[in-house]
């Protein structure tokens, strides 16, 4: 992968709206020493206004619908949104729920599916490298 | 240059006006190294508040109360008890007036 014009650390902001915690775990492992992302300039903000990538966990309740639409628009451009876990994906296991108005796709527009129950930490490194590359082409598309 | 020295320290306005400038100019190459593809005057310049709904301006001071918000909320119970009674009606505060003196007068001759 050669970047060339988003060539720089990527910073994600992790957003929880209604996860059982179980991918949250997996991200976490991410950055544990065993894989080990943030030697690749990869980490966790506290802000969606410092982040490139929005990562959202969970299959979104109905409270959690203005919260997820608002930090998305606080994301400057170009972003990226990545999805973990078959709850955000389609449901999960809260499929059709009574108290969910996601999945998230249904709120914002999703660039990255990671799907699993929880993924695996090697799935989500693969799904941060994909929207790295996306990014690549967005950051390309506003400089030309 | 007045240059005060306190043995342990030294006071230099001249020296304390050049690190302050250098400071400055390093925090505005800094600055100006940041991200620029914010959108002004959308939502990404906006505050953000754990993804919740930021009141106006006016309603974001933090109230003198505030301060008191713990003291209150583990008295609440007691201040509940204290407050029902205070109605703001002058007729009821004679009432209460009449009823306890009533009560200690009846205290004082049943003791005497």
Redesign the interface.
């Known amino acids: 992968m050669n970047l060339k014009v988003f060539n720089r650390a990527l910073w994600v902001y992790h957003m929880n709206t209604g996860s059982c915690n179980g991918c949250d775990i997996e991200i976490l492992a991410v950055l544990t020493p065993r894989y080990d992302v943030e030697r690749f300039g990869i980490k966790l903000v506290g802000s969606p206004r410092h982040a490139d990538v929005l990562l959202v966990t969970g299959p979104v309740g109905r409270s959690m619908e203005d919260s997820v639409k608002r930090v998305y628009a606080q994301v400057p451009d170009p972003k990226v949104v990545m999805v973990v876990g078959n709850c955000g994906a389609e449901g999960g296991v809260f499929h059709e729920a009574y108290s969910l108005i996601g999945p998230v796709d249904q709120i914002i527009p999703v660039d990255v599916y990671v799907p699993g129950c929880p993924p695996r930490p090697e799935a989500i490194i693969h799904g941060v490298v994909t929207a790295w590359v996306k990014l690549e082409k967005l950051a390309k598309q506003e400089v030309a | 240059m007045s240059v005060v020295d306190y043995g342990y320290a030294v006071w230099a306005p001249l020296i304390w006006i050049i690190a302050l400038v250098v400071i400055g100019v390093m925090v505005l190459i800094w600055r100006s190294r940041g ?1 620029k ?3 002004k005057g ?3 310049t ?1 505050i ?1 508040l ?4 930021v009141p106006p301006e006016e309603e974001r001071h933090v109230k003198s109360e505030n301060i008191y918000w713990g003291f209150f909320e583990s008295l609440k119970e007691l201040y509940g008890a204290m407050m029902r009674p205070h109605t703001g009606i002058v007729n009821d505060y004679l009432l209460w007036f009449v009823g306890v003196l009533a009560v200690t007068v009846a205290i004082l001759v049943l003791a005497g």
């Open positions: 991200q593809s914010y959108k959308t939502a990404q906006d953000f754990s993804g919740a709904k």
